[in-house]
């Protein structure tokens, strides 16, 4: 019986302190003198462009998402500009955006120049697909309809659309419309 409980005693001696992380090894302290924790916080920086512009989230993008290559037929029929690979359009009343590029887009600020020369911000997409084409509404954009219902219909008018990465775009974005800008 002594030589069982001898082990044991000696054993029990070897528990971590529950409050300090310090271990007894045959007569010498060891563990953590003091311990610090570090966590990362997380911004979410989307939500800052609400106030400023229309904001299209990727859920409303991705319902009228659609795949540019999706067989032959349709591949033949499309304008690519290695200048605009991310073209945007105003057709019949409707926003088209088509994204060549093989990158996935994020917060991309979608913008026109209107008759009279001025500046449009139509509004920010959180995420445009790559090897995508998207088709929306042009009731989605306020500024949009605004801006067409001061033009006279008489008026031959055909607006330049841009894309452009924002503050809030990822590095990838920012790095892409970069690089487009050099061309």
Do not use: C
Not at 79 to 104: D, Q, R, W
């Amino acid at each position: 019986m002594r030589k069982l409980f001898i082990p044991l005693l000696l054993f029990s001696a070897l528990e971590a302190n529950e409050k300090n992380g310090f271990f007894i090894e045959a007569g010498f302290e060891t563990g953590l003198l003091e311990g610090t924790q570090t966590q990362e916080k997380r911004h979410t920086t989307t939500k800052n462009t609400y106030a400023t512009y229309n904001y299209l989230p990727t859920d409303t993008i991705l319902k009228r998402a659609a795949n540019l290559f999706t067989d032959a037929k349709s591949i033949s029929q499309l304008n690519f500009s290695s200048l605009s690979p991310v073209k945007v359009l105003y057709i019949g009343g409707k926003l088209t955006i088509e994204n060549f590029l093989p990158y996935n887009l994020s917060n991309v600020k979608l913008s026109f120049t209107d008759a009279q020369g001025n500046m449009i911000d139509l509004g920010v997409i959180e995420t445009i697909p790559k090897h995508s084409k998207i088709v929306l509404p042009g009731e989605t954009f306020d500024s949009l309809k605004e801006a067409f219902d001061k033009i006279d219909p008489y008026t031959f008018f055909f607006p330049k659309f841009e894309a452009t990465s924002t503050s809030v775009s990822d590095a990838n974005t920012q790095r892409v419309f970069e690089t487009l800008n050099k061309i």
